[in-house]
């Protein structure tokens, strides 16, 4: 049974950085697609970033330019590297995982979900 597992989570100013790793147990981690969604209060879970095995990247239009998913797969981890951020990037974020998966923004053909992790985002 696949097992993940985000660290890095936080209270940050507005325009600082901060990096989510998300470690993976249990799976065959180098053949799942990978996202990191995340989801505020009052407000619909949403896809951030996802990575495919073959390493192709998307992002939401909210964080073009500004967050970076990367992947190692000899580590098992999908990581989140978030700069610039602002005070509407406050939510729990979680990772997830997705067999043979193409990067997709709908949740539910994730097989696998961390417990999430707070980021909050003060200005």
């Known amino acids: 049974q696949g097992q993940l597992v985000e660290s890095g989570g936080g209270l940050v100013q507005a325009g600082g950085p901060l990096r989510l790793s998300c470690a993976a147990s249990?799976?065959?981690?180098?053949?799942?697609?990978m996202g990191w969604f995340r989801q505020a209060p009052g407000k619909e879970r949403e896809l951030v970033a996802a990575?495919?095995?073959?390493?192709?990247?998307n992002y939401a239009d909210s964080v073009k330019g500004r967050f970076t998913i990367s992947r190692d797969n000899a580590k098992n981890t999908v990581y989140l590297q978030m700069n610039s951020l602002k005070p509407e990037d406050t939510a729990v974020y979680y990772c997830?995982?997705?067999?043979?998966?193409?990067?997709?923004?709908?949740?539910?053909?994730?097989?696998?979900w961390g417990q999430g992790t707070q980021v909050t985002v003060s200005s």
């Open positions: 249990g799976l065959t981690f180098s053949v799942y697609a």
């Open positions: 997830a995982a997705d067999y043979g998966g193409l990067g997709t923004r709908r949740g539910a053909s994730y097989d696998f």
């Open positions: 990575i495919t095995s073959g390493g192709r990247t």
